[in-house]
């Protein structure tokens, strides 16, 4: 569960599939993250070899500990399953969970040996020791660092903040399962088909049962898929086109499309590292030196103390 509580040492994380793609890549794993916009067999086929489902949704607590609709417990999952114990690590714990069962997955030293330190503990114990982790937690926040901003002193009313969760569905041993760091154990869905799209077409079942519990047109959710990276493979069939004299036009725009789109994800994460206080010190000493500073500040303090009083009022803040 992500909360504005930062105590643990673990920062908030942005369910964007450039985030996620780093983090593997950061672990050593050879698997990339994109967002999925539907759950049709089409859309599903761009991702083969599908490994995992990462999903995101508005938490909301119910008193209850029965697992979510349509599934059971199962206690004596043999795979790899963590609680999560602290705030705000529940993206990275979702990969955990996913990646730890896929067989013969590809992955750096640092990550193959937490998994075989945590081998044979119980989920609560996991958990703390995937969280323990000091090169874990800085891998996960290297592309969500501390705000710089604090609203300390403003004499805000206490409100409750909307919380999202990170799980993860994945296939195993012939089942459809549901790992959620906050539930007591892995939740099954039943067996699956290994006709067709196998276990995908059970996890769509699963999934749209889930959404369809929000109200229409919500939008208090997001999905992402676990796949292997299509780049290798793209450049291999190039090369054989290439070599055979073959059309590879439109393989080619694939390809540049696969690349603008890591382009993209390395432009805007590092935007999520740079740290802006220089840029927004020089600019404050430009604006002074030009005498537009005081206005603009005075504008500022009114613009925000407006802002505060609706929010007393129970009215929403405007974002700028």
Not at 35 to 58: G, R, V
Not at 261 to 279: D, I, P
Request: negative net charge; charged residues 20%.
């Amino acid at each position: 569960m992500a909360a504005d509580d930062d105590t643990s040492g673990w920062q908030l994380t942005e369910s964007d599939p450039g985030v996620f793609t780093e983090l593997l890549k950061t672990l050593g794993v050879p698997l990339v993250v994109d967002d999925l916009y539907s759950l049709d067999a089409a859309t599903l086929t761009e991702f083969q070899p599908l490994h995992a489902l990462i999903f995101l949704f508005k938490w909301v607590s119910t008193g209850s500990a029965e697992p979510s609709v349509g599934g059971q417990y199962d206690p004596d999952f043999p795979g790899f399953f963590a609680h999560q114990v602290v705030n705000n690590a529940c993206a990275t714990l979702a990969v955990m969970n996913a990646i730890a069962n896929i067989p013969g997955l590809q992955m750096g030293a640092q990550l193959s040996d937490l998994f075989s330190f945590t081998a044979g503990m119980d989920p609560q114990t996991s958990g703390m020791a995937i969280t323990s982790s000091d090169w874990l937690r800085e891998a996960h926040n290297a592309l969500s660092p501390p705000s710089a901003i604090s609203l300390d002193g403003l004499d805000l009313p206490k409100s409750t903040e909307d919380a999202y969760h990170f799980i993860v569905y994945i296939p195993y041993a012939g089942s459809l399962y549901e790992l959620d760091g906050l539930k007591q154990a892995p939740v099954s869905h039943g067996a699956y088909s290994e006709a067709g799209e196998g276990w995908v077409a059970k996890a769509r079942e699963v999934i749209e049962a889930r959404i369809g519990t929000y109200p229409p047109g919500s939008l208090e959710f997001s999905l992402l898929a676990v796949h292997d990276d299509p780049l290798p493979r793209l450049q291999e069939q190039l090369t054989q086109l290439q070599s055979a004299g073959a059309e590879a036009s439109e393989l080619m725009v694939r390809l540049a499309n696969e690349n603008s789109k890591r382009e993209r994800w390395a432009f805007e994460n590092s935007l999520r590292r740079h740290n802006y206080l220089g840029f927004i010190h020089a600019l404050l000493l430009s604006m002074a030196k030009a005498g537009t500073l005081d206005g603009a500040k005075e504008g500022a303090k009114k613009a925000l103390q407006e802002r505060i009083e609706r929010r007393k009022k129970g009215e929403a803040m405007d974002e700028d």
